[in-house]
């Protein structure tokens, strides 16, 4: 096991977890966090299309990706409303097609313009779904929704990473992640087990003020987080491996770059957010 990787893990753990559990999530460090996080994931997002010729706009579709994280975090703290949100989503859409128009070459300007709107799909949009989680609570207090799904996910992935190191032998997906293996998934799964049981015993049953869940609720979200966790990550290797890139940045030593680090939380969030609407509201 590289010691390295895990002393930097649990450095950054001991930084972030404080501040998660401290600062109400209304404060607006909270939203610059927020934007740091999207913002460089977008970027390093964009990075990957570059390396394969894709010449997708990196300061239009990152600038126009953090106006839709800043407008869900300003109708999440009752600013603006929920039309208003997604005539702002239309905006940036709509103004990521209207860039074709700048290009003679109309092959060049597709390949631009598809390009760009993924990466605004895959960072801005299912991030804003961690700040949806983030401040669906009491404002005054932390935000505990998103700290919750952060946690199970990096529990999720280290029960992945030490179960895969210490018995993977059957191969998950060979051709996108020839390390990942059904062993690593059990592991993620457990670990996750864990942290929900641990979570909902010291919590009283509670994910945030606002909602509550069943021990059958955090049994179910134990299995379903590290099933569609390890599928972001999937995408994320798939987004790699055809650039043949290993890691989407080296900013970090052994974890990667930001992408790197919540290509899981990307997905984890919007399905946490999906499960409270339909069964814990």
């Not at 703290?77 to 290009?103: E, K, P």
């Not at 060049?108 to 779904?129: E, Q």
């Not at 049994?219 to 987004?239: C, K, N, R, Y």
Request: charged content about 10%; proline content about 3%; glycine content about 10%.
């Amino acid at each position: 096991m590289d010691k390295k990787r895990i002393l930097i893990a649990l450095g950054i753990g001991a930084v972030l977890i404080p501040l998660f559990t401290t600062v109400p999530c209304s404060n607006l460090f909270g939203l610059l966090g927020m934007m740091l996080f999207a913002g460089f994931g977008t970027w390093e997002f964009y990075g990957l299309l570059h390396a394969v010729g894709v010449d997708a706009s990196k300061k239009w579709g990152t600038a126009s990706g953090l106006a839709f994280i800043a407008a869900t975090w300003f109708h999440m703290t009752g600013q603006i409303s929920n039309n208003l949100l997604w005539c702002i989503l239309l905006l940036v859409i709509a103004s990521n097609l209207f860039r074709v128009l700048a290009y003679t070459n109309l092959r060049k300007g597709l390949d631009s313009c598809m390009g760009t709107i993924l990466g605004i799909v895959y960072v801005p949009l299912l991030w804003s779904f961690v700040v949806r989680l983030f401040l669906c609570g009491d404002l005054s207090q932390p935000g505990w929704a998103a700290f919750y799904v952060i946690l199970c996910m990096k529990m999720a992935d280290s029960g992945g990473y030490f179960f895969g190191m210490r018995f993977g032998k059957h191969k998950l997906a060979p051709v996108i992640s020839p390390k990942k293996s059904w062993e690593g998934l059990l592991g993620g799964v457990v670990f996750c087990l864990a942290v929900n049981i641990v979570w909902w015993i010291v919590s009283k049953g509670r994910i945030n003020s606002a909602v509550s869940f069943s021990l059958f609720h955090a049994i179910i979200l134990s299995v379903l987080f590290p099933i569609v966790g390890t599928l972001g990550d999937l995408v994320e290797s798939l987004f790699k491996r055809a650039v043949d890139v290993k890691d989407s940045n080296t900013m970090i030593y052994g974890l990667g770059g930001i992408l790197d680090m919540v290509d899981s939380i990307l997905f984890a969030a919007p399905l946490l957010y999906i499960y409270i609407e339909l069964f814990l509201r």
